[in-house]
Nanobody, 126 residues
Framework: QVQLVESGGGLVQAGGSLRLSCVVS??????????LGWFRQAPGKEREFVAA????????NYPDSVKGRFTISRNSAKTTVFLQMNNLKPEDTAVYYC?????????????????WGQGTQVTVSS
């Protein structure tokens, strides 16, 4: 019903920047109000919340670990969500996933999101 495809990952040195993209396609279900989120998961660790934005782009939520360095946004057509990552650190290394919650909770909990992409690898070297 909803497909998410991430891109933009890669290898970058500490202090560098990357911009992740996630194309959201809605097929049979019309979701008019939702939250778009980014999560990450490093090997051996739980999936971690990175950012979320409401469907209208008016409100965003970040954990302290990325606040001031990462920015989530979406295009005006509401078909793509972006994650601009600046001043990257080695501890940001992970597979990054975008997700959709058919609600406006701006939740940081993975279980609140119903739809997930396949992920894109981000590696930050020291």
């Amino acid at each position: 019903q909803v497909q998410l495809v991430e891109s933009g990952g890669g290898l970058v040195q500490a202090g560098g920047s990357l911009r992740l993209s996630c194309v959201v396609s809605r097929r049979t279900v019309s979701i008019s109000i939702y939250t778009l989120g980014w999560f990450r998961q490093a090997p051996g660790k739980e999936r971690e919340f990175v950012a979320a934005i409401t469907w209208n782009g008016n409100t965003a939520n970040y954990p302290d670990s990325v606040k001031g360095r990462f920015t989530i946004s979406r295009n005006s057509a509401k078909t793509t969500v972006f994650l601009q990552m600046n001043n990257l650190k080695p501890e940001d290394t992970a597979v990054y996933y975008c997700a959709v919650d058919p609600g406006i909770r701006l939740s940081s909990m993975p279980n609140d999101y119903d739809y997930w992409g396949q992920g894109t690898q981000v590696t930050v070297s020291s």
